[in-house]
């Protein structure tokens, strides 16, 4: 637009309502903008699967860490076939699991214990995200140094101590 008039505020009252109104119109568009793009990222951020027994039934591959008690709940409790268990040693592992996808040697869903996960999630926080169910056995708080060979056997003898109290 071309103006060939420009009248200039004069008026201290007409500038104070200016500035009120460009306010007031950056609010009004920074809050459309927000939500959205709110929208949007919501809608991608929902998972395709939501339950555990959709991944045994459709076949697809889960994940674990090495030397985690977790392949025996895999195995014992959620019927995932030896075969469908992928082992990763770190978040780069299995970063590199999820990228392969199951259908290509790689996993669509990892099973650990909660401080490895969120450990991950700060890595990778924009393309991943920890669904529940989360079972009683995770985020234990005992600590041992590192490559210790206590750490798996008191994890496995807390895990039988509450599926033992949990039966009874």
């Not at 009252?13 to 949007?40: E, K």
């Not at 669509?108 to 890595?123: C, G, S």
């Amino acid at each position: 637009m071309v103006f060939a008039h420009r009248e200039r505020v004069v008026s201290n009252l007409a500038r104070f309502v200016v500035v009120i109104w460009c306010v007031v119109v950056l609010i009004l568009t920074q809050s459309y903008t927000a939500s959205l793009t709110s929208m949007l990222t919501i809608q991608q951020l929902q998972p395709t699967i939501t339950d555990i027994h959709l991944l045994v039934k459709n076949g697809h591959s889960v994940g674990y860490q090495e030397g985690s008690f977790v392949k025996a709940i895999l195995m014992k409790k959620l019927w995932f076939r030896d075969d469908k268990i992928k082992v990763y040693n770190s978040t780069e592992d299995l970063h590199q699991l999820f990228q392969n996808g199951s259908a290509n040697g790689g996993i669509t869903a990892a099973f650990d214990e909660t401080p490895y996960i969120k450990l991950f999630l700060a890595t990778y926080c924009s393309k991943y995200m920890m669904l529940d169910p989360t079972f009683k056995t995770d985020g234990f708080a005992f600590v041992f140094p590192k490559n210790s060979p206590l750490t798996r056997n008191v994890s496995s003898e807390i895990l039988k101590l509450y599926e033992t109290n949990k039966r009874n």
